[in-house]
């Protein structure tokens, strides 16, 4: 029983001094949040045809 014990706080040992080592570069340069700020990029100006598209209208059947 006295070496289970032993074996268990040497692990935990280990584990504490591994999320120690891994937590220090967090601490030194911690992430920085980013901002809600738009993008701002250029985009294409619009094109626009300058003819119009010929429209025909369909005559829609009467029932009667």
């Given at each position: ?14 584990l504490y001094v591994l999320v120690i080592y891994l ?42």
């Amino acid at each position: 029983m006295k070496s289970l014990i032993i074996n268990l706080t040497n692990t935990i040992r280990i584990l504490y001094v591994l999320v120690i080592y891994l937590l220090i570069p967090y601490f030194k340069n911690p992430i920085k949040p980013r901002t809600n700020k738009p993008i701002s990029k250029p985009y294409r100006k619009i094109e626009v045809d300058t003819e119009l598209p010929i429209i025909e209208t369909i005559e829609v059947p009467n029932y009667k």
